[in-house]
């Protein structure tokens, strides 16, 4: 596998007068207490993870996708623990724990996805709190998948991140692709964080 090793650049938030930043301040405070940093990019680690994710095949023949999008957000983020620092705004923030090998044997749940948006899907990590795979597509689009249903949490990570340590509201999908249509149903995630079940069939 070859990949582009030139490490992004992004502005700092905490430099006064300086560009916009990237994060809100709250995202920007988890983040860097979970150990991440503007240019961080472990693409060693990235790599390890695509073979390992490619090498899987599920007892029923499913294998995973594994595009640059996804490799680009493990190289930045896999392997932080991002854990929020203030209450969510509308829904209860979660605690995000970005190892794509929490998906490992999603391998078909995450093929189901790609075929109906068109795209390929794989695995970015977990809401530890209500055990969410969240997963990214070829376009860098991220969602979350549970048992009440599959959400879109973003364009991008970086949107997908703020809605995540925010408490934002996610959308429902439908059976259309994400920019076309959502619908008006609003993810299970109550400010007290209710115990859910483990959401999907292992396959």
């Not at 992004?8 to 979970?34: N, Q, W, Y």
């Not at 472990?42 to 007892?59: G, V, Y």
């Amino acid at each position: 596998m070859h990949a582009d090793r030139t490490t992004p650049r992004h502005p700092d938030p905490r430099v006064p007068g300086g560009p916009t930043p990237r994060f809100t301040e709250p995202v920007d405070t988890a983040l860097r207490a979970a150990g991440w940093e503007p240019g961080r990019r472990n693409i060693e680690q990235a790599e390890i993870w695509a073979d390992t994710l490619r090498a899987h095949t599920s007892p029923g023949g499913h294998r995973h996708a594994v595009f640059p999008a996804a490799v680009e957000a493990w190289a930045e983020f896999g392997g932080l623990t991002v854990t929020p620092t203030g209450p969510g705004r509308q829904i209860a923030p979660a605690t995000v724990d970005l190892d794509p090998l929490h998906g490992l044997h999603m391998a078909r749940t995450l093929g189901d996805l790609g075929r109906a948006l068109d795209t390929e899907v794989a695995p970015l990590g977990l809401e530890t709190d209500n055990q969410s795979l969240l997963a990214i597509d070829a376009e860098g689009r991220v969602y979350a998948l549970d048992h009440t249903g599959d959400w879109y949490l973003g364009p991008d990570i970086d949107h997908a991140l703020t809605d995540l340590v925010c408490g934002i509201t996610p959308v429902r999908l439908t059976a259309s692709r994400p920019q076309i249509a959502v619908s008006s149903g609003r993810r299970g995630r109550s400010k007290t964080r209710p115990t859910v079940r483990q959401p999907w069939e292992w396959a």
